[in-house]
């Protein structure tokens, strides 16, 4: 290559992002921060049925919230524009004439049905179902008697006989032969143009130098070398062929290609439940790389700094739902306490837990509780949960309630009694910190009644904090203060 990298991410806005998709952004931005080349963001916006508004602020919200920039395309410009492809019709429409008055396309009039019944034939005869070239040789008298009888035509790329081979960046070597890529079409009967035409035109025009793409895109890929060289024929683009790479499959549950509708392929989903778009980035990084030396944790910038395209692996790879929880979990406790304080609170005044205007009383409380729940968080979706507690029965906030489940098994008669007996032990308590706390429950219930620990702290916890999972119970109880502390007690033992 005589020019630098330029790479390209080109969704098409249709739904709801898939993790399959941010993977692939992510490699392209990897590979471009690593060579110190350009990422070009492009939207593949030429099917307006399909397309939508919605959609196309998703995946501008999705790159930035998992921390990839881009430096060219929406909101940032640049030589090669516009970016959406819904706004270059003039451009593809200059192309598809330059190729149709070079040769290098025909209209083709065959309807669905009689497609149809020639594919069915092909394929009961033993032969290639692809198109058979039927209209490839039309002379002009016979594009006038289909014109006549009110038939329409598509546009279809002329292919050469021959067969196709590139050296893969992820495969190595790959071959098509000639039979297996038979004439295409490029442009509907409506005159839109397609995918097959739209693609490696602006790749041409834009200057791509290497395609980093799905392994479902690798069969299309003997047309855009076909296409790409009749495009440097005719003067247009660089002239030079791009490098492709074809990314592995990510496979979900069953082994199975993980498609759109599978609860753990949506964006969306992850943000709601709270990921962070570092666990969530790092972990979409191995799906198919890995930067060597057992090494599984590591940030974005690391990963730039250890990108190399050669390493990707082109054996499919699996989203593992643990293991991508897990990895969450180890970066909520590498944040620093006051950051992930910060993270935590817009999700506890979107689910009712503090006010819309916390006092900063509140945020003291939530600072100082933040400890107490990080090496317990997997997500920041669990926060809400742990923390509820120490904000209910607050102006603004929730009001305290028990766990109907964990009530019933915890709060029986023995339950009970307990409960009773560590308010008696706490009610004259003079110094409200952790370690007195401790000391005066332990010395009542364990030594007092012989209670083992599960059994003695299990239904206060309850009573405190209204679950069995919450932050530890003697630090839970100094946070809550004296007075709702004995009055939770004293409402749990009555």
């Given at each position: 290559m005589t020019q630098a990298v330029r790479v390209r991410f080109c969704p098409s806005p249709t739904g709801d992002p898939h993790v399959g998709m941010l993977r692939t952004a992510l490699f392209n931005w990897a590979y471009a921060r690593h060579t110190g080349g350009t990422l070009v963001f492009r939207i593949e916006d030429t099917d307006a049925a399909r397309d939508s508004e919605e959609s196309y602020d998703a995946l501008l919200h999705s790159?930035?919230?998992?921390?990839?920039?881009?430096?060219?395309?929406?909101?940032?410009?640049g030589d090669y524009g516009p970016y959406r492809q819904s706004e270059r019709g003039e451009i593809y429409g200059e192309v598809v004439t330059k190729l149709a008055d070079a040769g290098y396309t025909?209209?083709?009039?065959?309807?669905?049905?009689?497609?149809?019944?020639?594919?069915?034939?092909?394929?009961?005869?033993?032969?290639?179902?692809?198109?058979?070239?039927?209209?490839?040789?039309?002379?002009?008298?016979?594009?006038?008697?289909?014109?006549?009888?009110?038939?329409t035509s598509v546009t279809r790329?002329?292919?050469?006989?021959?067969?196709?081979?590139?050296?893969?960046?992820?495969?190595?070597?790959?071959?098509?032969?000639?039979?297996h890529v038979p004439d295409f079409v490029i442009v509907r009967a409506n005159g839109d143009p397609l995918y097959t035409l739209v693609n490696p035109t602006d790749d041409?025009?834009?200057?791509?130098?290497?395609?980093?793409?799905?392994?479902?895109?690798?069969?299309?890929?003997?047309?855009?070398?076909?296409?790409?060289?009749?495009?440097?024929?005719?003067?247009?683009?660089?002239?030079?062929?791009?490098?492709?790479?074809?990314?592995?499959?990510?496979?979900?549950?069953?082994?199975?290609?993980?498609?759109?509708?599978?609860?753990?392929?949506?964006?969306?989903?992850?943000?709601k439940a709270g990921f962070l778009p570092e666990g969530l980035a790092n972990y979409l990084a191995l799906l198919g790389w890995s930067p060597g030396n057992d090494l599984e944790f590591f940030s974005l910038t690391q990963m730039a700094e250890k990108f190399d395209i050669s390493n990707v692996n082109a054996n499919p790879a699996r989203f593992d739902l643990k293991k991508c929880t897990s990895i969450n979990g180890d970066w909520i406790r590498a944040l620093d306490a006051s950051d992930l304080a910060d993270r935590i609170l817009p999700r506890l005044i979107a689910e009712g837990v503090l006010p819309e205007s916390p006092t900063e009383a509140?945020?003291?409380?939530?600072?100082?509780?933040?400890?107490?729940?990080?090496?317990?968080?997997?997500t920041l979706g669990q926060a809400a949960g742990m923390l509820a507690f120490l904000f209910a029965d607050e102006p603004g906030s929730k009001p305290f309630a028990l766990d109907p489940d964990d009530a019933a098994k915890l709060l029986d008669e023995q339950g009970i009694a307990t409960v009773q007996a560590a308010r008696s032990a706490l009610v004259n308590l003079e110094s409200w910190t952790t370690e007195d706390i401790e000391f005066a429950l332990r010395a009542a219930l364990i030594d007092g009644l012989g209670l083992k620990p599960r059994l003695a702290f299990g239904p206060v916890r309850v009573a405190i904090t209204g679950r069995r999972v919450s932050p530890p119970l003697f630090e839970s109880l100094e946070l809550l203060g004296r007075e709702r502390s004995l009055a939770r007690l004293a409402a749990a033992g009555s």
């Open positions: 790159l930035k919230w998992l921390g990839l920039d881009w430096d060219e395309g929406p909101e940032v410009g025909y209209p083709c009039f065959c309807t669905q049905d009689e497609l149809t019944v020639r594919r069915e034939i092909a394929r009961k005869e033993g032969r290639n179902s692809g198109y058979d070239g039927a209209c490839r040789d039309l002379t002009s008298e016979q594009v006038t008697a289909f014109e006549s009888e009110g038939r790329f002329r292919m050469p006989d021959q067969d196709w081979t590139w050296d893969d960046l992820v495969r190595g070597e790959v071959t098509f032969g000639a039979e041409a025009l834009m200057g791509i130098t290497h395609v980093l793409r799905g392994e479902d895109l690798l069969s299309s890929t003997p047309r855009q070398l076909a296409l790409h060289g009749a495009l440097a024929r005719l003067g247009v683009g660089s002239g030079e062929l791009p490098k492709f790479g074809h990314l592995p499959y990510v496979m979900g549950e069953g082994n199975k290609k993980l498609s759109k509708r599978d609860p753990e392929a949506s964006f969306s989903h992850y943000e509140q945020q003291q409380v939530l600072r100082a509780a933040v400890p107490l729940i990080s090496e317990r968080l997997e």
